[in-house]
């Protein structure tokens, strides 16, 4: 397997897309990917281990959580492998389980997806289905991949610990040599058979051999005792021994006849060794027999085992000549089907380049989209100012509102207070008609008023300061000298307050100064008032003044009486009018003496009705500015949902027409680069072919060469004997 082209999304690190196109490295050269911890490096392994199995290639990360961290909510994480196998280029497709953003803003979950495009152009789908298919295409499985193929991290020792029989079985399967175990197990069937046959033939030959009776011949003797005794020889020796044998008997028979004519003078255990002797040659006369017999078979197993040994050599180079045979079938046949795959993939790329001429033909329709939403944004950007002007405009409103109440409030106080001051009138008018007590008590109460009017006139004077440090502070400016201090650094500046105007501090201080010289007024009163006793009571006293004093005092009695109801009739409309004060503006106004004062109440006045008509000006604008605002927009984009519909729109719109420009490109491209696969693979098969033809040539010569020289006169003359090879002779 080798891949041809790896593109990640939102993978492991790597947030935005990543590409690698490994066809550009040179063939059957060794690359390294190296970088810091951290880099992405193991990532890489990770994206081709699960674009093959769906799973990593270490044991620590699941496929879970193989979706980059940083990327949006709404970008999929996806894995694309272009890989060769066998010539055959394969596209695989796959992406995990993961969180997705619904259209409400919620999270959900993505199931896993794969697919698989084989050479054909089939496109298996599911992942078990994909796993599956490619489980077979490349012998092992994700366990064994990643022990022998690409070795996670720590555990290339797990391959070098697994057992002999799982070694053997990943070998096996990687370089599909079931054939050579197949054929190695019937070799060695018939191994054990021709063993078999052997040890029965050895069986039957040591028989023969332990039934040689080689007295005197040691050289026979020596030859059938031996562990693999050497047949030719021990026929051979035989056969020597049977003529020397012959002569014997020929020599004991000349005896023989010279024994019976001395038969009678012999004795008795010359007599026995004659007869032992005549026994041995029977003996020697009935192996000779045997091995005359059994010389034909002997013979004939000689020269069967010189052809099975000539067949043995020729075995080898003629199951090469066919292998390398095979071998240039099967080029021819993967030529045959790269080029028909290749024809497949042309007629493909001819499609994805008018797809892409066709989607490159809408890129008018997306860049007109992008001036309307340019022209929309505008739009957009009116609306917002419509709504700024209109929460400014209902500002406003409410601030009118609370002008309002303010006003309201200020004719409630100033009524009030008129009515304030039409009670003290009168109670000053009773006073002047009361006992001196009273004007002792007028005294006092003026005592308090020229205190509470000096304090009125502190308080106001000392705002008045502050205004004026606040406004000087308003116009410091950095790195300029202050003119009080002459400081160029200005870290806490006077804040503003309340600006309290200079009339107002004159007024206070009128009214502090009044109060003085009415204080001084009484004690001047009160001094007369009680010189006036006591002229009036000496006048009184006096006789000639009686009648007019009666006169006076009645007048004086009703004036006083007069006074005291006007009084009361004028503190219960201030009171009604106190009620509706506190009932309004709360009984802790009733404290501030500052609100009581006619100057303050006079500018607060001017201050209520200047605001008003400020505000009334600037609702005034405002609407003026909605409704030129609003003049600005098409009469079919009034309302804002339909220009943020159309802008939905227009936005998706542009969105799909770059996109399908983006997938006809990337599909072009990849279907170039398995082109291109496809011719590197032709060439490389051609060029294989060309030597594997060139081999089966000199193979064949070699071949006839040896069938010649072996006697044979072709591999129908040969080949049947390959079932009666034994493994010894072979």
């Known amino acids: 397997m080798r891949p041809v082209v790896l593109s990640l999304r939102a993978f492991g690190p790597f947030c935005e897309n990543l590409r690698l196109d490994f066809s550009s490295l040179p063939e059957n050269e060794l690359f390294l990917i190296t970088g810091p911890t951290g880099s992405g490096k193991t990532t890489i392994f990770d994206a081709i281990c699960f674009a093959l199995y769906g799973e990593a290639s270490g044991e620590l990360r699941q496929s879970e959580n193989f979706k980059c961290l940083l990327a949006p909510p709404d970008t999929i994480c996806e894995v694309s492998l272009s890989f060769t196998l066998k010539g055959a280029l394969y596209h695989i497709q796959r992406t995990p389980k993961q969180s997705k953003l619904k259209r409400d803003g919620s999270l959900g979950e993505r199931p896993a997806t794969a697919s698989l495009t084989l050479p054909d152009g089939t496109v298996l789908t599911g992942s078990e289905a994909v796993t599956k298919k490619v489980t077979q295409l490349m012998g092992i499985d994700q366990a064994q991949f990643k022990k022998i193929v690409m070795l996670p991290q720590g555990e290339f020792r797990k391959l070098l610990d697994a057992k002999s029989d799982e070694k053997r079985e990943i070998l096996q399967r990687i370089f599909s040599t079931q054939l050579f175990a197949a054929v190695t197990e019937e070799f060695g069937a018939r191994a054990k058979r021709f063993e078999s046959e052997i040890r029965e033939l050895q069986m039957r030959n040591q028989a023969y051999l332990s039934g ?70 029977e003996t020697y006369q009935n192996t000779l027999e045997t091995l005359k017999n059994e010389e034909p078979v002997y013979a004939e197993k000689k020269v069967y085992y010189q052809r099975l040994t000539a067949a043995a050599r020729l075995f080898d180079v003629y199951d090469s000549l066919q292998q390398q045979i095979r071998l240039k079938e099967g080029l021819r046949q993967q030529i045959q089907d790269c080029q028909n795959t290749r024809t497949e993939v042309s007629n493909a790329l001819q499609l994805a380049e008018k797809r892409c001429a066709d989607a490159q033909a809408a890129w008018p329709e997306a860049e007109e989209a992008e001036k309307q939403l ?21 500002d406003l409103q409410k601030e009118l509102q609370k002008q309002d109440r303010m006003a309201e409030n200020q004719r409630l106080a100033k009524l009030r207070f008129s009515s304030l001051q039409e009670v003290e009138s009168a109670r000053q008018t009773a006073g002047l008609l009361r006992s001196l007590q009273q004007s002792v008590q007028a ?107 009666l006169d006076n005092t009645a007048a004086l009695v009703q004036a006083v009486d007069m006074a005291e109801q006007t009084v009361a009739q004028k503190q219960k409309i201030l009171d009604s009018r106190t009620e509706e004060v506190v009932r309004v503006m709360g009984e802790a106004v009733l404290s501030n003496h500052k609100l009581w004062n006619a100057d303050y109440l006079s500018s607060r006045e001017v201050e209520l009705t200047a605001a008003h008509a400020r505000l009334s000006g600037a609702l005034d604008s405002l609407d003026a500015q909605i409704a030129s605002l609003r003049q600005r927009l098409p009469q079919d984009l009034q309302e804002e949902e339909t220009l943020l519909s159309q802008y939905r729109h227009l936005s998706s719109r542009q969105t799909e027409i770059r996109e399908t420009i983006e997938s006809a490109k990337k599909t072009a491209a990849d279907i170039q680069t398995q082109y291109a696969v496809l011719n590197e693979r032709v060439c490389v098969l051609q060029t294989q072919l060309a030597q594997a033809e060139q081999e089966c040539g000199r193979q064949t010569e070699i071949l006839r060469n040896m069938e010649q020289s072996s006697g044979f006169s072709g591999p129908e003359d040969y080949l049947p004997l390959r079932s009666q090879l034994p493994e010894t002779v072979s």
């Open 212 to 281: 040689i009776d080689g007295s005197g011949n040691t050289l026979l003797l020596d030859a059938a005792g031996r562990e693999n005794p050497d047949m030719p020889e021990v026929l051979r020796l035989l056969e020597e021994d049977g003529r020397n044998t012959s002569e014997k008997l020929q020599k004991i028979q000349a005896e023989q006849t010279a024994l019976e004519q001395q038969k009678e003078q012999i004795n008795i255990p010359y007599a026995i060794e004659i007869n032992r002797k005549f026994e041995n040659l």
């Open 443 to 549: 005294l006092v109460a003026a005592v308090q008023k020229t205190e509470d009017a000096r304090g009125r006139y502190r308080q106001t004077f000392l705002t008045f300061l502050d205004g004026q440090a606040g406004m000087l502070a308003s116009r410091l400016v950095p790195g300029a000298p202050c003119p009080v201090c002459g400081s160029v650094n200005h870290p806490q500046p006077a804040k503003p307050v309340k600006a309290v105007s200079k009339d107002e501090v004159d007024a206070c201080a009128a009214a502090y100064e009044t109060a003085q010289k009415q204080q001084v007024q009484l004690e001047k009163a009160c001094h007369t008032a009680l010189e006036q006793l006591q002229q009036a009571d000496a006048a009184l006293v006096s006789a000639s003044s009686v009648p007019a004093l």
């Open 374 to 394: 340019g022209i929309l944004d505008t739009l957009r950007q009116i609306f917002t100012e419509i709504k700024q002007a209109e929460n400014t405009r209902s």
